[in-house]
């Protein structure tokens, strides 16, 4: 199974600042890397995949980028209601692997 | 709009079965793999299994840590997912969710305890 590790695992921002959060393959994975975003009462949502690839309804603020074993998701000027749980998936092969989280606190 | 609505969850004793249900609605069933996610409380999902679309004969794959116990199956004339779980362990305890690309449901509470 291909491991995801992210990192860090914690994050303290504050609205208006720009963070980014790391996800490394434990092989190459191509592109084929999703960014969900979980939240206290809803559902897993898709932010990105394909590595960059926003999904419909994702706003602008969010950004994927990488290839290989090596990812970024960056949110540029946080909002308050993205204060929120970060999981990367590989779907490059099965099983589809997930991280174990980050998490984006309020500072 | 894509609605996936997941039922069949409760208590289990170890050892015990249980099958869970998916109905979805809200697009073509047929033209989309299905699958089956969970995570425990507090922890990071972990992604189970998959059924294939029709156009690919409807195949699976299974995550190796519930290959053998778990079956992912699909009714396509009621646009319900399944997923059969047994021999079930406490380290099965999880909500579970099934999805479509995009999509996860709200997801069901499954406890295996004595």
């Known amino acids: 199974d291909v491991q995801m590790t992210q990192s860090p695992s914690y994050l303290a921002a504050s609205p208006g600042e720009s963070v980014s959060i790391s996800c490394k393959a434990s092989k190459s994975i191509n592109t084929y890397l999703a960014w969900y975003q979980e939240k206290p009462g809803k559902t897993n949502k898709l932010l990105i995949y394909?590595?960059?690839t926003l999904q419909s309804g994702t706003p602008s603020r969010f950004s994927g980028s990488g290839s290989g074993t090596d990812f970024t998701l960056t949110i540029r000027s946080l909002e308050p209601e993205d204060f929120a749980v970060y999981y990367c998936q590989q779907h490059n092969e099965y099983p589809h692997t997930f991280g174990a989280g980050t998490k984006l606190e309020l500072k | 709009e894509v609605k996936l609505l997941e039922s069949g969850g409760g208590l289990v004793q170890p050892g015990g079965s249980l099958r869970l249900s998916c109905a979805a609605s809200g697009f073509t069933f047929t033209d989309f793999y299905m699958s089956w996610i969970r995570q425990p409380p507090g922890k990071a999902p972990e992604w189970l299994g998959v059924i294939r679309n029709k156009a690919n004969g409807y195949t699976t794959e299974y995550n190796p840590s519930v290959k053998g116990r778990f079956t992912i199956s699909r009714d396509n004339t009621q646009n319900i997912l399944y997923l059969q779980m047994n021999t079930l362990r406490a380290e099965d305890t999880a909500i579970y969710y099934c999805?479509?690309?995009?999509?996860w449901g709200q997801g069901v509470m499954v406890t295996v305890s004595s």
């Open positions: 999805a479509r690309w995009g999509y």
């Open positions: 394909s590595g960059s």
